[in-house]
């Protein structure tokens, strides 16, 4: 009788431990589970205002405005485009070296 009631008492200690370490471990991982969730509000707000950000940005006046400032950018107009032409061989296929035609010269 000594003998099941040591082992009972052993399995009772074993289990009494096991139950703690598993308490533990479960609220251990429920605080890491808090704290993502956290970080993924943070992130998500993040996300929406770079969105928004990007979207002002983005406006076609603001682009062209960057464009003219800093990139010194002109819209083109037939008096400062280039064409390029290909010169055809006498069997009809393009040569190796393409010219460049003057603006209002015949393509």
């Known amino acids: ?9 052993i399995a009772l200690l074993f289990s009494s431990v096991w139950l703690v370490r598993v308490s533990h471990e479960s609220r251990t991982l ?5 704290k993502a969730q956290g970080e993924e509000r943070l ?10 950000e ?18 010194k950018m002109v819209p083109a107009s037939p008096a400062v485009t280039e064409y ?3 010169a055809r061989a006498p069997s009809g296929a393009p040569t190796a070296a393409p010219t460049l035609a003057q603006p209002g010269a015949p393509r």
């Open 43 to 52: 992130l998500d707000s993040e996300f929406e205002r770079l969105r928004s």
């Open 1 to 9: 009788m000594t003998r099941l009631n040591l082992l009972l008492l």
């Open 84 to 86: 390029v032409t290909v």
């Open 30 to 34: 429920f605080a890491d589970l808090d």
């Open 54 to 71: 990007k979207q002002s940005q983005a406006t076609p006046l603001r682009v062209e405005k960057a464009a003219r400032e800093r990139l």
